[in-house]
């Protein structure tokens, strides 16, 4: 773990670490301070001695010069000193000259000159004639004495300081009669400068520096030095502190400096520092353990009271509860969490409770949830789990098991029309007819919205199939009323055996489901099962074939009838398959096969053709006085393609010459019927396609008008002759009064715009009667005449609801 | 030769001067003095530094010879009436006063260069020893 890990995961290490940088910070900052102050004080004593000296010896240098100055105002006026207006004849002057230099111990010379400046007496062996008195050393024009600062001897060529007096007659105060010198020797001086270890700096009033007590210093060094703090020297830095001159009688104008090293105070602030540090050393060890001990105390209860957290959620045993040892925060803490135990004890007792009571309702509330509020009937959930029971018994067992899936038919249009609550009416009304025709052993339940399952054990497909017809037919029987008027319900049925293919439950209930739906496409109310689906598949992808080519798909006619007259005005021709076995299917079997498979509009072009052979031979024939129209129907795919329209068109050409003679009204016999379908189809450009048939004479019926998806787009858009009402809107007419007004009001649109009206599915006089009054032109169904093939021309066909 | 003999004579006859008073005292001063002779009266006030101006107002520079000389023992008796010694307490008591007592030269020679150097200065010497440049003002037996 990196140590950012170990500071941010320990409060332990980061308050140690705290208290440990404080007594640190506290130690170094106090030790700093003291150092410092210790060698200020050390280094301001050590330049405040050096400069205590420097003013020692600058004193007596003064005193010295003093002395000096004083001695020759009073030798310059020795009465001897009155011979140098007689040159010193008699030799008084430097006998007096040599007596006192060697009495004071002069070192140095006393040189007396007179009046005019001419050498008279020295106390040195130098020859007279012929010196003069040197300009530097021309004395005051007061009476004092000069001093001459350091400088070289003009006669001896070394360093001297000078003292220049004039001499004054005794006998003439006034009498200026010559000058005394005393030339006094710069290594005396020296020497007393020298003295001791101070390192001194002079420079003459006019900075020219005299005296250095570093040898090696140059004198532009020194005058820079005298003027600065600091000095480096050998890579060394000094400290330079200005001395002030004492006060003397003579008023010596030098600067002087001296100029510490700071060497020598280093030995004490070494002892100072070990010192210190051994103190730091000393207090760091019970510091330490003082600063752990303190952590350890704050610690150690929180990490108790960790433990027995963890413990306690690791247990789950809330009964626990912690020792509370303390009055201070921690004890405080250790309070609220036996408090924050004793709640989450009472909680999760309380939990415990609702839970078990929870189950119990769970199980009174089981039944409710698997069954149907409205029907009583299992609900689909409770039916999928049983089935799934029954479908593995079954499995184990070697047993038969078959479902049915039952749909209501029309239940939409009974919601839609009579209202919800009629909806959940029959509903209930059909789950109690399900209910009463089951086997002993079967069951049933609701598994959509009008859907049903039926459960049919140890039955295989042959019984479960008569149970299902069955069931179909107790929906038949089963009248009941609603809204006051007496009603069925219908249902058509997917069966679904189980075999021994039979993958899973799954592949069962989706058989029945197709199944469900082909019944549904089959015509309803009916009960389909899936070798019934698989035959007629194979059937209507082979047979239908095979139909066309043995031209055994055939028209068939039913007649459309004048409603005020009641006489026969036209027919729908129909197309119909003669099978193999004799039987006739109806067009609702194959149609929709057939535009599966892209045969619609060779069925279409194989009954117009034959449709119009006959329109031609009725002509022909004995029964030539036939006038009626042929409605013939004609697919979406059949007028998808020109080319049919165009054939469509010659073959009406071929024989117009006498349909258009037995026509109605001159125009052709022939009616286009055009379904409303999905309007997959350009209507404008059918109308164009379509326009060559119309300038013939060929007539336009909108068939299924009012079903469909754009009645009035189609009105509107092509020259429409007829208008076919659906067969249910005419069924329902009776028992629906709203229906009565939207057929009179298609009636009235029709009459305006000149389009003959034709009622499908008239099956008994009242509704003929009915519909005469409402304005209804034509009329067709059971009640006029059924279909009938051409073929078997004498046999009635029973074809269904169509 | 009558120049050498013309020499010879002056020089015999300033020799026979001086000569014929070699026990003489000569009292001199400076040139410039104005006076050309002096009364024993005048001078003894000088050299007790009680007269110290000439008539013209300039100072009048007294010189002794040093005390144990003999010449200073007579022209004191000569001038003062006394031994120097006798002064003792006179130049004392004019010591307190400021006065000093004239300026002592340690030879004739001396004295006779110090007298022709100095102006208002007067002196005296041994008529032997008769210095160039003076005026002698008077001549003591």
Not at chain 1, 745 to 758: F, K, N, P
Request: with cysteine.
């Amino acid at each position: 773990m990196s140590p950012t890990g170990v500071f941010r995961r320990s409060i332990a290490v980061r308050t140690f670490a705290l208290l440990a940088g404080i007594f640190l910070l506290t130690y170094f900052s106090i030790s700093a301070i003291v150092l410092t102050r210790v060698r200020d004080h050390l280094q301001s004593a050590a330049v405040r001695s050096l400069i205590d000296g420097a003013r020692l010896r600058l004193a007596s240098v003064q005193r010295l010069f003093a002395q000096q100055a004083t001695n020759v105002r009073a030798w310059a006026r020795l009465d001897e000193m009155n011979d140098l207006v007689t040159d010193d004849i008699d030799g008084r002057v430097g006998h007096a000259l040599r007596q006192l230099s060697r009495d004071y111990a002069i070192p140095g010379t006393l040189y007396a000159f007179d009046r005019a400046g001419r050498l008279v007496a020295s106390s040195a062996a130098v020859p007279h004639s012929g010196l003069h008195l040197p300009q530097l050393w021309y004395p005051d024009q007061r009476r004092s004495v000069r001093f001459i600062d350091k400088s070289l001897d003009p006669y001896g060529g070394e360093e001297v300081v000078a003292f220049s007096a004039p001499v004054y007659a005794t006998y003439a105060p006034r009498m200026r009669i010559g000058t005394l010198v005393l030339v006094y020797r710069w290594t005396a001086v020296k020497s007393i400068l020298s003295f001791g270890n101070v390192h001194l700096l002079v420079a003459r009033s006019d900075d020219v520096p005299i005296f250095s007590a570093f040898p090696g210093l140059s004198s532009r060094a020194v005058r820079q030095a005298l003027d600065q703090s600091r000095v480096r020297l050998g890579g060394q830095t000094y400290s330079v502190s200005r001395v002030r001159l004492p006060a003397g009688p003579l008023s010596l104008r030098w600067k002087v400096a001296v100029v510490t090293s700071g060497a020598g105070v280093t030995a004490p602030i070494h002892m100072a520092l070990e010192q210190i540090a051994l103190l730091g050393v000393v207090l760091t060890v019970p510091m330490a353990l003082l600063i752990g001990m303190a952590t350890r105390r704050l610690i150690e209860p929180i990490r108790r009271l960790t433990i027995a957290a963890d413990e306690i959620s690791r247990s789950s045993d809330t009964s626990r509860r912690v020792e509370v040892d303390r009055a201070d925060e921690i004890g405080a803490l250790q309070e609220a969490f036996n408090r924050m135990i004793a709640r989450q004890q009472e909680v999760l007792e309380k939990h415990e409770r609702a839970v078990l009571s929870v189950s119990q309702l769970n199980e009174s509330l089981q039944n409710l949830a698997m069954t149907d509020a409205l029907t009583g009937l299992p609900n689909r959930r409770a039916a999928e789990s049983r089935l799934k029971e029954e479908f593995a018994a079954s499995r184990r067992a070697g047993a038969s098991l078959s479902i049915a899936l039952f749909d209501l038919d029309h239940f939409k249009a009974i919601n839609d029309r009579y209202g919800h609550d009629a909806g959940d009416f029959v509903l209930q009304h059909c789950a109690g007819t399900l209910r009463g025709a089951l086997r002993a052993g079967d069951w049933v339940a609701r598994w959509g919205g009008e859907e049903f399952l039926m459960v049919f054990r140890d039955a295989d497909l042959v019984r479960a199939y008569a149970a299902a017809e069955r069931v179909c037919h107790a929906l038949r029987a089963a009248v009941f009323e609603l809204n006051g008027a007496p009603m069925t319900v219908r249902a058509s049925g997917g069966l679904s055996a189980l075999r021994e293919t039979t993958r899973d439950l799954a592949q069962m209930l989706s058989e029945a489901d197709h199944c469900l739906y082909g019944a549904k496409r089959g015509g309803r109310d009916r009960v389909v099962h899936a070798e019934q689906i698989a035959g007629n598949l194979a059937w209507k992808t082979g047979q239908l074939r095979e139909a066309l080519l043995d031209s055994r798909v055939v028209p068939a006619y039913q007649v459309i009838v004048d409603l005020a007259s009641g006489r026969p005005v036209a027919e729908e021709v129909l197309a119909r398959i003669v099978l193999p076995n004799g039987r006739i299917a109806t067009a609702g079997e194959f149609i929709d096969a057939a535009e599966d498979i892209n045969l619609a509009h060779s069925v279409d072009t194989v009954i117009t053709r034959q449709a119009i052979a006959r329109c031609a031979g009725l002509a022909d024939g004995p029964h030539g006085g036939s006038r009626r129209a042929y409605f013939l129907n004609l697919s979406p795919q059949f007028l998808a393609q020109r080319q049919n329209m165009v054939e469509l068109l010659e073959e009406v050409k071929s024989v117009f010459p006498v349909c258009a003679q037995t026509g109605a009204g001159g125009a052709s016999p022939i009616v286009l019927e055009i379904a409303e379908r999905p309007a997959f189809l350009d209507i404008r450009l059918l109308r164009e396609e379509l326009q060559p048939l119309l300038d013939f004479g060929c007539r336009i019926a909108l068939d299924d008008f009012g079903s469909g998806f754009s009645s009035f787009l189609y009105l509107a858009e092509l020259p429409v002759s007829f208008i076919k009402i659906e067969g249910w809107m005419v069924r329902s007419l009776n028992s629906n009064k709203n229906m009565l007004r939207i057929i009179q009001s298609i009636a009235a649109l029709a009459d305006e715009l000149g389009i003959i009206t034709v009622a499908e599915s008239v099956e008994d006089a009242a509704t003929a009667q009915q519909l005469r009054e409402i304005g209804i032109t034509w009329g067709q169904g059971y009640y006029f005449g059924k279909p009938q093939c051409a073929v078997v021309d004498d046999r009635k066909v029973q074809t269904g609801m169509n | 030769m009558a120049r050498l003999v013309l020499g010879l004579w002056i020089w015999i006859a300033l020799a026979g001067v001086c000569a014929a008073e070699s026990r003489t005292i000569l009292v001199i001063a400076n040139p410039a003095v104005p006076v050309s002779a002096i009364s024993e009266a005048s001078l003894r006030a000088i050299y007790l530094m009680q007269m110290t101006l000439w008539p013209d107002g300039t100072p009048i520079v007294p010189v002794n010879r040093d005390s144990e000389s003999a010449l200073r023992d007579r022209f004191s008796r000569l001038v003062l009436g006394a031994p120097p010694r006798d002064f003792a307490g006179y130049w004392a008591r004019l010591h307190f006063q400021g006065e000093n007592p004239p300026l002592v030269l340690g030879s004739g020679r001396d004295v006779g260069a110090f007298v022709a150097r100095v102006a208002g200065a007067i002196g005296y010497v041994v008529a032997t020893a008769c210095p160039h440049g003076v005026k002698i003002l008077r001549h003591l037996p």
